[in-house]
């Protein structure tokens, strides 16, 4: 199983923009998807999880209000919907999955995509 990540891209502050994540093999209700950034320089950080089955959808406080995490069964794909850009949400976008419940920690998660680079210009 693999997870690939896309959409990153170069905006300006204030845009919008949509991560998206496909998982090669179907996940399972076990299963939690989760959101993490790494910006130069920075340990990676969390950003969103969510239940595969739906729900328990969790935020780091940085992002509240402006992204939403999703999740589309029929493609096997979880979303980031990032809204109102800051220059400081600018990093590299991981997607991971582990089994059991959305959590905030970056060990948590044994399945890794490859990230997908955002960058927010003033």
């Known amino acids: 199983v693999q997870l690939q990540a896309s959409g990153g891209g170069l905006v300006q502050a204030g845009e919008s923009l949509r991560l998206s994540c496909v998982a090669s093999g179907r996940p399972f209700s076990s299963h939690a998807l989760g959101w993490f950034r790494q910006a130069p320089g920075k340990e990676r950080e969390f950003v969103a999880a969510?239940?595969?089955?739906?729900?328990?959808?969790r935020y780091a406080d940085s992002v509240k209000g402006r992204f939403t995490i999703s999740r589309d069964t029929a493609k096997n794909t979880v979303y980031l919907q990032m809204f109102s850009l800051k220059p400081e949400d600018t990093a590299v976008y991981f997607c991971?999955?582990?089994?059991?419940?959305?959590?905030?920690?970056?060990?948590?998660?044994?399945?890794w995509g490859q990230g997908t680079l955002v960058t927010v210009s003033s």
């Open positions: 969510m239940r595969w089955s739906g729900g328990s959808e």
């Open positions: 991971a999955r582990r089994t059991g419940a959305p959590t905030f920690g970056v060990a948590d998660y044994n399945l």
